[in-house]
């Protein structure tokens, strides 16, 4: 169970959330939902404990399964297989078990060797005590059903893309959480996802539905996955940004909405009685305040009727939209861009080779692939971000590329909102530039904000703003639409449609496909090239 007391959070200056006192019990699958910005990525890490209060406490009395939005791996040299063991400790065991085999290989007969025997049954004793042979194949199963097949479990975390890293967290955190401590108890852990389905096929996110459904722990989860949420949780916590609140709805996600439509009616309905009933008392005060014998009455009477009006809740602002426009491309040749043999390999782990690619003025290109096909990865080197290991990028006359790169690498986390956006256009006029930042829904104390204290959602429109600085004729895009509340993905959605340039495009959102209506689309490994039909649809949302 997790306990928030009189918790107030603030990014800067701003007050995300004040007074608020909140409970995660065991069976409660909650909803964490609000527009971006409202601070639903901070309430998560607070209560995850990876990040502190302004004010208030936050306890914890069982295990707790966080997965942040951008995972920061720690040792980058273990293999996906250990780093999913590790949830219960079990990596270690099997080093060590490895390590008593080698020695017993290596020792002859005598003390030694015996030593080296018992080592081994002692630590092997432990390890199926804990269930590790059952655990092996149940964390493999869990992986599977993520989209990590045993190949890639035998692979270190630094060859893997930021996707297959991502499933591999989300993995381990489930792996944790499925160990009821043995004979079919349930599990206490708390899960905590910030959402949990970037990057997962349309098989592997209708299994996590089922496996979170199942789940006898708490449950927090923030997603823009409206299915999702409509199959697993059965209690919604709306973060409303105005009023710097929690409004706590028990009930499934369908009543959430229609309940929520309801008092939004209410809301509505009473401001309006109050604002008529007002303006009628404010009217008859001026009249007798006119007379100096019901001047007392009138002030009065104005009195009454501001008392009406500040006894109503407030007002909740229509949730505000950035205004997304890509950038006019800048004048370009017939083909800025073309590669030439690009290959690329992770180790003696080959990625793809001998890709060929030509983007012509105005061209709209989807790369598909399966997970770990190397859809980033061929991003990266045409973005310049990453060097091939053999072929060459050629730019042609006029190229002016902008990068979005789906984990953010492209913002310095440590420098504010205004100093990203300064150094993605340094020439760019500076009012011209906080113009383009208000139109993002970036303004005041936020342009101070350091990058990284923003959420998911604010990270992906100020990474968009960038590019919308650039004049870029070719826009290189990899999962644009993540972490984007639907309004705000809409945006992106029509910016796709009006764009004249170039695109690029790597994503998991057939939405956004169909928002490019592509000429071609290149499938990776092997870097076939092929018009686009229709058919390809189906592969958008299994790659």
């Not at 406490?57 to 293999?79: F, K």
């Not at 085999?101 to 015996?114: F, I, K, R």
């Not at 501001?306 to 950035?322: K, Y």
């Not at 440590?414 to 139109?439: C, F, K, M, Y």
Request: hydrophobic content about 40%.
């Amino acid at each position: 169970m997790i306990t928030a007391t009189d918790l107030e959070l603030r990014a800067g200056s701003r007050i995300l959330l004040s007074g608020a006192n909140l409970r995660v019990q065991a069976g409660d699958r909650i909803g964490l939902v609000g527009r971006n910005g409202a601070g639903k990525t901070t309430s998560m890490r607070v209560l995850a404990g990876e990040g502190e209060p302004y004010s208030g406490t936050v306890s914890a009395n069982s295990a707790v399964g966080y997965l942040p939005q951008d995972p920061r791996e720690g040792d980058l040299t273990v293999s996906a297989k250990d780093r999913v063991l590790s949830a219960r400790g079990l990596d270690e065991m099997l080093r060590k078990m490895e390590k008593a085999q080698s020695a017993m290989a290596e020792l002859v007969d005598g003390p030694q060797n015996e030593k080296a025997v018992r080592e081994y049954g002692r630590i092997e004793e432990r390890f199926s005590a804990l269930g590790g042979y059952a655990a092996e194949s149940e964390a493999a199963r869990i992986c599977a059903h993520l989209g990590l097949p045993e190949r890639v479990l035998d692979q270190q975390i630094a060859t893997l893309s930021g996707g297959q890293r991502r499933r591999v967290e989300l993995a381990r955190i489930l792996f944790a959480a499925s160990d009821g401590g043995g004979g079919g108890a349930p599990s206490a852990t708390t899960l905590l996802l910030d959402e949990p389905t970037n990057h997962l096929d349309a098989d592997s996110i209708t299994w996590l539905r089922s496996f979170l459904s199942a789940h006898d722990g708490g449950l927090v989860v923030i997603s823009h996955d409206t299915e999702l949420l409509a199959a697993v949780v059965n209690k919604v916590w709306f973060l409303d940004a105005t009023r710097g609140e929690v409004d706590v709805y028990n009930m499934d996600w369908k009543r959430y909405q229609d309940a929520r439509a309801t008092d939004e009616k209410r809301r509505r309905r009473e401001r309006a009685n109050a604002e008529k009933k007002a303006a009628a008392l404010h009217t008859q005060a001026a009249k007798m305040g006119a007379k100096a014998t019901k001047a007392v009455a009138a002030k009065n009477m104005a009195r009454r009727a501001d008392q009406l009006l500040a006894g109503l809740d407030p007002e909740r602002q229509h949730d505000r939209v950035a205004k997304i426009r890509f950038p006019a491309p800048a004048p370009c040749g017939r083909t800025p861009l073309t590669a030439e043999g690009l290959s690329k390999a992770f180790g003696s782990l080959e990625v793809f080779t001998g890709v060929d690619l030509a983007v012509d003025r105005g061209a709209k290109v989807v790369v598909l692939g399966l997970n770990g096909a190397g859809k980033t990865t061929l991003l990266r080197l045409l973005a310049g971000t990453e060097v091939a290991d053999a072929g060459r990028v050629v730019p042609g006359h006029g190229l002016r590329t902008g990068y979005y790169a789906q984990e953010h690498d492209t913002l310095d986390l440590s420098a504010s909102v205004w100093e990203n956006i300064r150094h993605a256009s340094p020439d760019t006029p500076e009012q011209q530039l906080r113009t383009l930042l208000g139109s993002f829904m970036f303004s005041g104390d936020q342009l101070s904000q350091p990058a990284g204290t923003l959420s998911g959602g604010e990270k992906t429109r100020l990474a968009l703003a960038g590019l919308v600085s650039s004049a870029a004729n070719v826009l290189l895009l990899d999962e644009p639409t993540n972490n984007l509340d639907p309004a705000s993905r809409e945006q992106v959605l029509d910016a796709l449609r009006r764009f004249d340039g170039a695109v690029v495009l790597v994503t998991h959102d057939s939405g956004a496909v169909e928002a490019l209506e592509p000429d071609k689309v290149i499938v990776l490994p092997d870097g076939t090239e092929d018009f686009w039909s229709a058919d390809y649809l189906e592969l958008v949302q299994l790659a």
